[in-house]
């Protein structure tokens, strides 16, 4: 049986020139980065090549590349960093955002005694940001605010120019965790009044193992661990050469091929909310996820009964989907995100599901999806 994979958000396929890219890595540039001798300046150069490269991208400085193992590190190292070294006292963040944010803002608040604000999304998902201001208002205290740029469960895209501006107006620093969004958008951080972001390579057909942070230049962010003087002294120890080679190749080929790729899931995103509408009657999709305006890779979908076992059906027919982030769909518990948007009766009564694209996914995959959820939702008793 035939595999249908459409759980990108979670990770999506390696392309295949990054492996290939990679395995020349391995094999010709073994190198430790660190080293004086030529073999050693070899590796450092590749790694200063793409630093360069994803500088050029973002329109930002490359010693503001400070590469990582993944999104959740850059995230733990910015918050953490915020908290520990430039005095930050107060967070501003929601309900919406990705587990290793969440989480960490809660342990500062247990350990450092950090003052959090969660700001309440509307039924949509949506931050108002009439709300960001109010805070920013109403306190003397040093402030981060951390809101991501596309939330991972639903698509949303917050207006990251526009709280920047707000959070400068307030004299605020602003982290935007964009793991969805860098190598799937055309990002200006030359244009943006942010001062820290974060990515993960895998996100966009890189390697797993593989990120970054963006960091400021003069943030006077220290290390979160010690032991060398490897990306400019904030990340001690060796770094994975090919991983960041990896990395660069795959933001090179999706920068390159931007417009054809995003041109292409959006038309499969669309075809999907038509055969989904016409396989499940009363179906609903979460937030602005069917909409023009939301992620194009993400559709959050919510099925008119309720399965908490529809994973795993799906999984044993072939088609790999999320019944929310990667993060959470083994908790056994709905996400804070369907918390916040859904009401009891949906809860209840009704099933989430992510259904998430690249441009590798086809008509016929979402064929076999509508098939497969059809036929469940017509085993439902009084469905058939």
Same mark, same amino acid.
């Given at each position: 049986?035939?595999?249908?994979?459409?759980?990108?958000?979670?990770?999506?396929?390696?392309?295949?020139?990054?492996?290939?890219?990679?395995?020349?890595?391995?094999?010709?540039?073994?190198?430790?980065?660190?080293?004086?001798?030529?073999?050693?300046?070899e590796a450092?150069?590749l790694?200063?090549?793409?630093?360069?490269q994803?500088?050029?991208?973002?329109?930002?400085q490359?010693?503001?590349?400070?590469?990582?193992?993944?999104?959740?590190?850059s995230?733990?190292?910015? %918050?953490?960093?915020?908290?520990?070294?430039?005095?930050?006292?107060r967070?501003?963040?929601?309900?919406?955002?990705?587990?290793?944010?969440?989480?960490?803002i809660?342990?500062?608040?247990?350990?450092?005694?950090v003052?959090?604000?969660?700001?309440?999304?509307?039924?949509?998902?949506?931050?108002?940001?009439?709300?960001?201001?109010?805070?920013?208002?109403?306190?003397e205290?040093?402030?981060?605010?951390?809101?991501?740029?596309?939330?991972?469960?639903?698509?949303?895209l917050?207006?990251i120019?526009?709280?920047?501006? /707000?959070?400068?107006?307030?004299?605020?620093?602003?982290?935007?965790?964009?793991?969805?969004? %860098?190598?799937?958008?055309?990002?200006?951080?030359?244009?943006?009044?942010?001062?820290?972001?974060?990515?993960?390579?895998?996100?966009?057909?890189?390697?797993?193992?593989?990120?970054?942070?963006?960091?400021r230049?003069n943030?006077?962010?220290?290390?979160?661990?010690?032991?060398?003087?490897?990306?400019?002294?904030?990340?001690?120890?060796?770094?994975?050469v090919?991983?960041?080679?990896?990395?660069?190749?795959?933001?090179?080929?999706?920068?390159?091929?931007?417009?054809?790729?995003?041109?292409?899931?959006?038309?499969?995103?669309?075809?999907? %909310?038509?055969?989904?509408?016409?396989?499940?009657?009363?179906?609903?999709?979460?937030?602005?996820?069917?909409?023009?305006?939301?992620?194009?890779?993400?559709?959050?979908?919510?099925?008119?009964?309720?399965?908490?076992?529809?994973?795993?059906q799906?999984?044993?027919?072939?088609?790999?989907?999320?019944?929310?982030?990667?993060?959470?769909?083994?908790?056994?518990?709905?996400?804070?995100?369907?918390?916040?948007?859904?009401?009891?009766?949906?809860?209840?009564?009704?099933?989430?599901?992510?259904?998430?694209?690249?441009?590798?996914?086809?008509?016929?995959? /979402?064929?076999?999806?509508?098939s497969?959820l059809?036929?469940?939702?017509?085993?439902?008793?009084?469905?058939?």
């Amino acid at each position: 049986m035939s595999k249908v994979y459409l759980d990108n958000a979670a990770t999506t396929p390696l392309d295949e020139k990054v492996i290939d890219t990679m395995v020349e890595a391995m094999r010709l540039s073994y190198g430790n980065p660190s080293s004086t001798h030529s073999i050693g300046q070899e590796a450092k150069a590749l790694i200063e090549g793409v630093r360069r490269q994803v500088a050029d991208y973002l329109k930002v400085q490359p010693g503001e590349i400070i590469f990582t193992s993944c999104g959740t590190e850059s995230n733990n190292m910015i %918050i953490r960093g915020c908290v520990e070294h430039l005095g930050v006292e107060r967070i501003i963040t929601s309900p919406m955002e990705h587990k290793c944010v969440a989480e960490t803002i809660r342990d500062m608040k247990a350990r450092r005694n950090v003052e959090v604000v969660y700001l309440k999304p509307d039924r949509m998902g949506d931050i108002p940001l009439v709300q960001l201001e109010e805070a920013l208002k109403n306190s003397e205290k040093k402030t981060l605010v951390s809101l991501m740029h596309a939330n991972n469960e639903i698509g949303n895209l917050l207006d990251i120019k526009k709280v920047g501006d /707000i959070c400068a107006e307030h004299s605020a620093l602003f982290h935007s965790d964009t793991v969805q969004t %860098i190598g799937h958008l055309d990002l200006d951080f030359s244009e943006i009044n942010i001062d820290f972001a974060s990515c993960s390579a895998h996100k966009f057909h890189g390697p797993k193992g593989a990120g970054f942070a963006f960091i400021r230049k003069n943030s006077r962010l220290k290390p979160m661990f010690y032991g060398g003087s490897q990306e400019r002294e904030l990340r001690a120890g060796t770094e994975n050469v090919c991983g960041i080679v990896g990395l660069g190749k795959a933001m090179e080929i999706s920068m390159e091929n931007l417009p054809e790729y995003q041109k292409k899931i959006s038309e499969i995103k669309e075809y999907a %909310i038509s055969r989904l509408r016409e396989a499940i009657p009363g179906i609903k999709f979460n937030g602005h996820s069917a909409e023009s305006h939301s992620l194009y890779t993400v559709l959050s979908v919510l099925l008119p009964f309720s399965n908490p076992l529809i994973g795993l059906q799906l999984d044993m027919k072939g088609i790999a989907v999320s019944q929310g982030s990667a993060c959470s769909s083994g908790a056994g518990k709905p996400s804070m995100v369907m918390l916040s948007i859904l009401d009891a009766y949906e809860m209840e009564h009704c099933t989430p599901l992510r259904v998430s694209f690249s441009h590798q996914t086809t008509a016929e995959d /979402i064929d076999r999806l509508a098939s497969a959820l059809k036929e469940l939702y017509d085993e439902k008793p009084g469905n058939s």
